[in-house]
Every structure is written in C-alpha cells, then in structure tokens.
T-cell receptor, first 117, second 110 residues
Framework: SAVISQKPSRDICQRGTSLTIQCQVDSQVTMMFWYRQQPGQSLTLIATANQGSEATYESGFVIDKFPISRPNLTFSTLTVSNMSPEDSSIYLC??????????????FGPGTRLTVL | SQKIEQNSEALNIQEGKTATLTCNYTNYSPAYLQWYRQDPGRGPVFLLLIRENEKEKRKERLKVTFDTTLKQSLFHITASQPADSATYLCALALGGKLIFGQGTELSVKP
C-alpha cells in the first residue's frame, strides 16, 4: 500500500484567508482524490486531481473555491480559498493505483484538520 | 442517485461479543463493496472488499457478507476487543469514485 503524508496536520485560520494543503505519496499513483469530512459526517469527495490537467470537481465544489494542482504522479495540493467558518473540516487526500488494482481500493492520508475563526 | 445507509446510532457492546454493523444501499448493485475503519483524527484504513459474486469474506476476526437481493452488507467482528473501538465505513465504487456511508461508531467496553 502507498504511504501518504499531508501538510499541515492542522491549522487555525482567519476568515477570508486561504490555506494550501499538500499531499505527498511515496510512489507514483494514477489517481489522487481530495475529500472533506465535516464534524460528525462521512467523507464527501471534492475532486479528482488529474496529473497535467485541470481537476474534475464534484457537484457543489468549484475551482475558484478549491483550486487543485497535481504537477506529477506523487504530489498534489488543495487550496481552500476565502475561508469561512463553514469550511472548518478535515481535508483528506487519497490515492489508488489502477495499475495495481482494479477494485478502486483507496489509501488515505492522515488528514488536515482546519478550523476557521 | 446512489445512497448508502449505515446504522447512524453508535453501537456499544461488551468485550468478547460479536459486533454486527449494517450497510444498505439503493439503486444499482455495485460490483463490489468495501469496508474501512477510521480512528479519531485519522484517515480511513481499508479493511475488506467483497465482490458481488461472493457471499462471504473473512479476514482474521472480521467477516463481511454481501446480499445483492437485499442490497445489504453486514460486517461482523467476532471476539471483539476494546481496540476494535472506531468508526466503520462502508463504501461502494461508482464511476471510479468511492461513495461512503456515514459510518457507524463502535465502542467495545472491557
């Protein structure tokens, strides 16, 4: 399985500012995803990070609010822009490698706990 | 749209007993269904996958069943231990993405 790290692990931010979260994988993977987990809720997929092209966003999420980069097969960033208290959540990146499995089993990073004041 | 429902209430059991968690889904039947464990402050960890043509899958003290007629999966932990306390999530794949249930929090008391 892949080893995934995220930075920062947690942060407290002021309303109106932006935060960029980094996700680093120890091996090349085909698919990387970003999820949000609001307090007491399950995981909601924000977008699929595509290497070399624009991310694919799920309904309810837009690029202006959650710009995503994926410059190579081991790294991605998610920015939470113009934050409000409603953005307080845990943000998780996950990966799976279609060359190794056909079953969409995903491996998750430890998450970034964001609090917006 | 596809929906997944898990027991929303926390499950409290005594150490040594068998915990049974339920996952129900609507609409189409997936080719396979997955179970994850999530500890507080951590990302989910993959536990088991069961395919539509498999009625049962086991891994150590874990057992998963899959009934495509009932559109339901059951997740069992036998001889439960306090270390099994966590939130358990079921997930199914849709178009290359995973859709997660809301999770069931399990608490095993010594």
């Amino acid at each position: 399985s892949a080893v995934i790290s995220q930075k920062p692990s947690r942060d407290i931010c002021q309303r109106g500012t932006s935060l960029t979260i980094q996700c680093q994988v120890d091996s090349q993977v085909t698919m990387m995803f970003w999820y949000r987990q609001q307090p007491g809720q399950s995981l909601t997929l924000i977008a699929t990070a595509n290497q070399g092209s624009e991310a694919t966003y799920e309904s309810g999420f837009v690029i202006d609010k959650f710009p995503i980069s994926r410059p190579n097969l081991t790294f991605s960033t998610l920015t939470v822009s113009n934050m409000s208290p409603e953005d307080s959540s845990i943000y998780l990146c996950s990966v799976y490698d279609r060359t190794r499995t056909s079953t969409d089993t995903q491996y998750f990073g430890p998450g970034t706990r964001l609090t917006v004041l | 749209s596809q929906k997944i429902e898990q027991n929303s209430e926390a499950l409290n059991i005594q150490e040594g007993k068998t915990a049974t968690l339920t996952c129900n889904y609507t609409n189409y039947s997936p080719a396979y269904l997955q179970w994850y464990r999530q500890d507080p402050g951590r990302g989910p960890v993959f536990l088991l996958l069961i395919r539509e043509n498999e009625k049962e899958k086991r891994k150590e003290r874990l057992k998963v069943t899959f009934d495509t007629t009932l559109k339901q999966s059951l997740f069992h932990i036998t001889a439960s231990q306090p270390a099994d306390s966590a939130t358990y999530l079921c997930a199914l794949a849709l178009g290359g993405k995973l859709i997660f249930g809301q999770g069931t929090e399990l608490s095993v008391k010594p």
